[in-house]
């Protein structure tokens, strides 16, 4: 099955400055990527996702890149905000199955 | 996306009783729904698939006849937690797939205690 790795762990920033997290997948199937924001004892809240059609999406703060032959995606936030602070997770799927793996999840704290 | 309710959100109770949790998707309805699990400070991991009208899909591991699947109607999954232990205490979260392909939307989650 489906392996996802994330890093780092956690990630610490002061504010205003960017933060990328890091995540490879091991099933060259998968074609559906997503990231998600979960707050302590919270729902995991979906940021941004990309297909494996595009190499790259961005909204507003938020951007993400996917390199399909290397098999990792990335996820790059700038103008970090303390509200930024929280877990985040990438994650892998074949759309056509549906069912979501999980990277370790990465936490960050964005300091004022 | 799909409004995805989970009920109870917390619930305490002692070792060896059976809990059961409900996912509701409010707005459409699902033939697929995903259960998750979270321990404290961990990733999601996926339990089982759960499937409208059939049996469910477990993960390896995970033990079916401790965690009961029901998806009797298109709007309504259950899990059951038998005979519950300390250990299984953790955050059960369940989700639906969306209609575009691959997205989950998640419920609120349950938080079970096991004393």
């Known amino acids: 099955g489906e392996n996802v790795e994330q890093h780092p762990s956690t990630l610490s920033v002061q504010e205003g400055d960017s933060a990328v997290i890091k995540c490879t997948y091991s099933?060259?199937?998968?074609?559906?990527f997503p990231w998600y924001k979960q707050e302590l004892g919270k729902r995991p809240q979906l940021i941004i996702d990309i297909r494996s059609n595009v190499g790259e999406k961005k909204d507003q703060r938020i951007a993400v890149t996917l390199n399909k032959t290397a098999k990792h995606f990335s996820l790059h936030i700038t103008e970090t905000q303390p509200e930024d602070s929280a877990v985040y997770f990438c994650a892998a799927s074949m759309t056509s199955y549906g069912k979501l793996t999980f990277g370790q999840g990465t936490i960050l704290t964005v300091h004022p | 996306g799909a409004v995805v309710s989970q009920h109870p959100s917390w619930v305490i109770c002692k070792s060896g009783t059976s809990v059961k949790i409900e996912c509701r998707s409010l707005d459409f309805q699902a033939t697929t729904m995903f259960w998750y699990r979270q321990f404290p400070k961990q990733s999601l991991m996926l339990m089982a698939t759960?499937?409208?009208?059939?049996?469910?899909?477990?993960e390896q591991g995970v033990e079916k006849d401790k965690f009961l699947i029901n998806h009797a109607s298109l709007t309504l999954s259950t899990l059951t937690v038998t005979s519950a232990h300390p250990e299984d205490s953790s955050f059960y979260i369940c989700?639906?797939?969306?209609?575009?392909?691959?997205?989950?939307?998640f419920g609120e989650g349950s938080r079970l205690t096991v004393l």
């Open positions: 099933d060259s199937a998968s074609n559906y």
């Open positions: 989700s639906v797939p969306g209609v575009v392909g691959g997205e989950l939307f």
């Open positions: 759960s499937n409208e009208g059939s049996k469910a899909t477990y």
